[in-house]
């Protein structure tokens, strides 16, 4: 397996301990009552684990890729909501902390790290979450402030957020990729919380559409550059991208663990339902699959944390996460049989929730575009 350093291990350690002891036991009963988790992200807080970014550009300290990616994985394990719902809170963590304003900054941050402010960041309109240049959502500078019309869609965390990241294209340039980033504080006169979209798993998370009407924010809201917000917008989508690949395999892992529980406890004529090879092999193979996948998914994390270029390797990444988390979520509920398909087995909710992650932060469709694109453009050398 991956080779972490001994405070990787121990900081995974840590999580583990803390996902076995306090989010295991209850996962099933709060993924029925449907009731966003507040408790554990206050508890993941006070526990330290919200103070690291996904960026590789930031000089604070404590802030490291693969402690994110550890993180994110061994967290979605216990309940793949959470990782959904912290995702896009390290996204926007992670403008803050690099391309937000000194004063917003020092604002904001203590409270991100304790867990009291959590965020979303929000670029996908109705027009298509794929294409997230061809936006309609304006901003348009009045003296000192700045005034947002639009919708996003599908937006996590949406009406529980206390701040979004938005993407808005910025009125004084017509150029297609002349957009820009704001925050937007969820109290702003002007932000609407529309409906609540009822969606096949993570149920502890909220999904819904949020519309900023004339909403005025002040001129120091601005995230970045004005109309350079193209390059935000990859580099925060490269991160979603590793980041809900972490999820998956939290969640392809829990798949594996239940799959051989269930077949090592289960008898027929006096033999476990595992001795059998029709069992044995498809265990064989998820556990294959998913340590490449966790094996690719720290070598990206690792070209991240170390400023080295990676959006082709995260793209095909996050193709190889939909495919393994979702084959090893059907195969460990074949493996229940019917208890498998059952609103009280656990691996019910993993095949769920693995079916989110396909399309969130880019559909397996999406990242193939942006990974046959690159290869049909540059020598494969490149990447091998
Ligand atoms: C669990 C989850 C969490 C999400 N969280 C957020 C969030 O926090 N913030 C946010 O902004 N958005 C979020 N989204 C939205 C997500 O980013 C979009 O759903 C995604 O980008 C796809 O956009 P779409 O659903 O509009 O599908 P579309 O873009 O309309 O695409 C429809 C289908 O066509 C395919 N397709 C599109 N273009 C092409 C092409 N050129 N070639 C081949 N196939 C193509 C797509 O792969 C897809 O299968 C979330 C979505 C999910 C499911």
Redesign the pocket.
């Known amino acids: 397996m991956y080779d972490f350093t001994q405070e990787q291990l121990d900081f995974r350690k840590n999580i583990r301990e803390f996902v076995d002891k306090e989010v295991l036991p209850q996962a099933q009963r709060i993924d029925i009552s449907s009731k966003f988790p507040y408790q554990i992200i206050k508890r993941c807080g006070e526990l330290g684990f919200l103070d690291h970014l996904f960026s590789s550009e930031t000089n604070y300290s404590n802030m490291e890729v693969t402690r994110g990616v550890i993180f994110l994985e061994e967290i979605s394990r216990g309940l793949g909501s959470l990782g ?1 719902i912290l995702c ?1 809170h390290f996204q926007g963590t992670t403008l803050l902390s690099t391309a937000a304003s000194e004063s917003l900054r020092t604002e904001l941050i203590k409270q991100v790290y304790t867990g009291e402010k959590l965020f ?5 309109e109705a027009s ?4 997230a240049l061809d936006i309609a959502t304006i901003a348009v500078r009045d003296g000192a402030e700045w005034v947002i019309n639009g919708t ?1 869609c ?4 949406a009406g529980i957020a206390d701040g979004y990241f938005i993407s808005a294209r910025t009125a004084s340039s017509s150029q297609r990729r002349s957009i820009s980033f704001f925050y937007i504080d969820s109290s702003d006169i002007g932000v609407i919380h529309r409906e609540r979209n009822k ?1 096949i798993g ?1 149920n502890n998370s909220v ?1 819904g559409t949020v519309q900023f009407k004339d909403c005025r924010i002040p001129a120091n809201r601005l995230i970045g550059i004005e109309n350079e917000g193209y390059t935000l917008m990859k580099d925060t989508l490269n991160q979603g991208r590793l980041g809900i690949s972490a999820v998956a395999a939290g969640i392809a892992q829990r798949a594996l663990e239940l799959a051989i529980t269930f077949s090592g406890s289960r008898k027929y004529y006096g033999r476990k339902l595992s001795s059998n090879q029709g069992i044995g092999f498809p265990i064989a193979e998820m556990y294959a699959h998913i340590s490449a996948l966790k094996n690719t998914l720290y070598h990206t994390a690792s070209l991240c944390e170390n400023k080295k270029p990676y959006s082709v390797e995260v793209s095909a990444l996050k193709i190889l996460a939909n495919e393994v988390c979702s084959q090893a979520c059907q195969q460990a509920q074949e493996i229940h049989g019917a208890y498998g398909l059952s609103k009280d087995s656990e691996i019910e909710r993993c095949l769920r929730d693995s079916y ?1 992650m396909t ?8 990242c193939k ?1 942006a990974v046959a694109s690159a290869l049909s453009n540059q020598p494969l050398e490149q990447y091998f």
Do not use: F, R
Not at 120 to 124: D, E, M, R
Not at 154 to 157: E, G, R, S
Not at 359 to 366: F, L, R, S, V
């Open positions: 959904l896009p979303a960041y929000a670029i996908s298509g979450g794929t294409n996003k599908w937006i996590t965390n969606m993570c999904m989110m399309t969130a932060e880019g559909t397996t469709q999406a575009i």
